[in-house]
């Protein structure tokens, strides 16, 4: 969460609505400049429910850094990231922990769903509902990846150890270099057709415009996984072409 005011408490909301009720929430305040609107909003919900912690940064990380500090003191098995103006529906970790318990894929750790695109106010579609099912390599993530951290739910038993996010990245593309370094350790992530997400497409957000992306997923190819010139080449334009295609829809 940063100067999150607007949003935060739909997000909040949205996560004591849940059926399934077994779950922590821990809200991470990125250093918010809002005059302490952010945090006192989510100070309310904290007094009022004891499943929920509130972590204030004095300092700002960025989201790979923020992510950081919350995976720091996390308790459950089952992760699942939220950014703070997206909404789970209601039955979204119930549905997900269903097909987790059901699910047959060995090597699967990280699980998604699909999702509907809304506008800053998350009252009507922008664009038709978005669902890429099916199981995801880390070499197919490298054209096109579908999972971003408020569809996803990974299984921390899989893991050796628990995986960070890198740093170094501050809030571009460092969600998509988590998601890679747990598959790049043999496993895969599996998607389902459900929608049951609203993912708010802000005009204002750091990620919203493709051509802002360009350098940073090319420095994910050749100064992160150090891929060789001709194949980043080739992944970053199947990447920008699936991402035309998406917006498209």
């Given at each position: 969460?940063r ?19 077994n779950?922590e ?23 009022k ?11 700002n990380k ?21 950014d ?5 529906h ?26 509907r ?15 890429e ?12 990846c ?9 299984d ?32 895969v ?31 994910v ?7 060789n010139f ?9 990447w920008?072409w ?8």
């Amino acid at each position: 969460m940063r100067n999150a005011s607007k949003y935060i408490a739909q997000t909040v909301d949205s996560v004591m609505a849940q059926s399934f009720t077994n779950w922590e929430l821990i809200v991470v305040d990125d250093a918010s400049t809002d005059g302490g609107k952010s945090v006192k909003i989510v100070e309310k919900y904290v007094e009022k429910d004891s499943r929920i912690k509130l972590l204030c940064l004095t300092h700002n990380k960025g989201s790979s850094g923020a992510r950081n500090e919350g995976l720091k003191i996390i308790q459950g098995r089952y992760l699942a990231f939220l950014d703070s103006d997206d909404i789970w529906h209601p039955d979204y970790l119930s549905t997900m922990y269903d097909h987790i318990q059901k699910n047959t894929v060995p090597n699967a750790a990280i699980f998604y769903c699909g999702y509907r695109r809304m506008d800053d106010d998350c009252k009507k579609s922008i664009l038709s509902d978005y669902k890429e099912p099916g199981v995801k390599t880390a070499r197919s993530l490298f054209f096109h990846c579908p999972i971003f951290p408020s569809i996803s739910i990974f299984d921390t038993a899989c893991l050796k150890e628990k995986v960070f996010f890198r740093e170094e990245l501050h809030s571009l593309r460092d969600d998509y270099v988590y998601v890679l370094d747990i598959l790049k350790q043999g496993f895969v992530a599996l998607g389902y057709d459900d929608i049951l997400v609203d993912y708010r497409m802000r005009s204002d957000s750091i990620t919203a415009s493709k051509k802002k992306m360009i350098v940073p997923q090319w420095n994910v190819y050749r100064k992160i996984y150090h891929l060789n010139f001709f194949v980043s080449c080739i992944y970053l334009l199947s990447w920008a072409w699936n991402g035309f295609r998406k917006y498209r829809k």
